[in-house]
Every structure is written in C-alpha cells, then in structure tokens.
C-alpha cells in the first residue's frame, strides 16, 4: 500500500486565491512527522513546513498552513494568497516513528495563473 | 547560513566511468542523506549517515553504488562502473536531529549516455 498519497496530479489557481493540496498517508506508528517541500522548475527542494503527529495545533508559515487531520490521516497544505512564484510540484512526506528516512509522495505541480 | 552544497550541478559522462557526487551538509547537523528522484520511481532515499557513520544503505540499488563520510563536512556518492538506467537527479539532505526537517542541496543531474 501507498504510504503517502497524493491524488492531484495537477492543480490550477488564479493568483491571489487560496488553493489546498491533499495529501493522506498510512501508518500505524503513534509517533510520525508530516512534512511539505516545494521543487521550482529549478528543481531544488524547498523546505516548507512541518507537523508533528502530536502537535494538536496546525502547523503554519506565513502563507502555508498544514490542516493536520489525524483520524482521517490527512494533511492537506493550504496556501493562501497565491502568487506567480508558488508555481512548481509539491511533495507531501512522512517520516515513521523510528525511522529516519522520508517518503515521498508523487507530488502535486501546482499552476499560479494571473 | 549556508545551505547543503553539493557538486557538480551537472555530470554527463559515458557508460562504464565512475561517477563522484560531492556534498557538503549545512554545518552542526548531524544526520545526512542521500535521494534519488527519477520520474518513473520519484524520490527514494539511497543511504543516510549519522554522525558520519551508515545507518541504512537499504536503498543503495547495487554493489556500483557506494556512498562515505570521510568527515562532518563531507560525503561522496560513488557509482562504478554507470549505467544509463542510473540517470537521475541525486540530492542530498542534512537535519540537525532526527526530528528535525531535512535540507536538501540544489542536486546533481546526472546523465549517463
């Protein structure tokens, strides 16, 4: 089985509007990390937030917000106000319990049209 | 603070030559990695280190692939002898704990021909 799924191959958002990437995973570890990068065209990979799976807060940064899920094992990044620059691919990751290695999803290019 | 750094941004070379990647993690982190992002596969982890040690080499799809970590400011990926099949582009991440999110370096393309 999938142990993170992306099922948005592509998306397309009007700049200036919010846009939500869905992003569900698998496991059965109590303790794991959720983790969103963004890779530009430019192809290197961003950092862009994180959550931990016994944060009950939702993470956020600046425009990026994580809706932290747990019983429906979910973690969708919300980014709000897009801009031109948000176009790329996004890649959900988790990381297990006790295990130090991320694993990707697919990925998600994400379109910013003026 | 400087970023992972690692080299070359491009390598193009013939089937059968060795192949070095280079990089460097962001100083005081101790955990390093090496990934492989190609489109039919994605991104996989190869190997990560731990205070320079190996940990999990699991990833490392053969003997032709061989990665160290002479020291905390370096690590190489070594592929001999390369295969066009192994065309891809190779990251490498630094986190400063386990926990912590992981860095990743611009990546080498590489292109075997």
């Known amino acids: 089985a999938q142990k993170i799924t992306q099922t948005q191959p592509g998306m397309f958002v009007q700049e200036k509007e919010a846009v939500t990437l869905d992003c569900t995973y698998d496991t059965s570890d109590q303790s794991y990390g959720l983790f969103w990068y963004k890779q530009p065209s430019s192809g290197e990979m961003i950092f862009l937030i994180y959550?931990?799976?016994?944060?009950?807060q939702n993470a956020t940064e600046g425009r990026y917000s994580l809706n932290f899920q747990k019983a429906r094992k979910s973690a969708n990044l919300v980014i709000s106000a897009s801009q031109l620059g948000d176009s790329a691919m996004y890649f959900c990751?988790?990381?297990?319990?006790?295990?130090?290695?991320?694993?990707f999803g697919a990925g998600t290019r994400l379109a910013v049209h003026p | 603070d400087a970023g992972v750094i690692q080299s070359p941004r491009h390598e193009v070379t013939e089937m059968g030559q060795e192949v070095t990647l280079r990089c460097k993690p962001i100083?005081?982190?101790?955990?390093l990695f090496w990934y492989r992002q190609t489109m039919m596969r994605g991104l996989e982890l190869l190997i990560y280190f731990n205070n320079n040690v190996p940990i999990d080499d699991s990833g490392m799809p053969e003997d032709r692939f061989s990665a160290k970590m002479p020291n905390a400011s370096f690590s190489t990926l070594k592929i001999q002898p390369s295969e066009p099949r192994d065309s891809a582009v190779y990251f490498c991440a630094s986190s400063f704990t386990s926990n912590q999110p992981q860095h990743f370096g611009d990546g080498t393309r590489l292109s075997i021909l």
């Open positions: 100083s005081g982190h101790d955990y």
């Open positions: 990751a988790m990381r297990e319990g006790g295990y130090n290695k991320l694993i």
């Open positions: 959550q931990g799976s016994y944060d009950e």
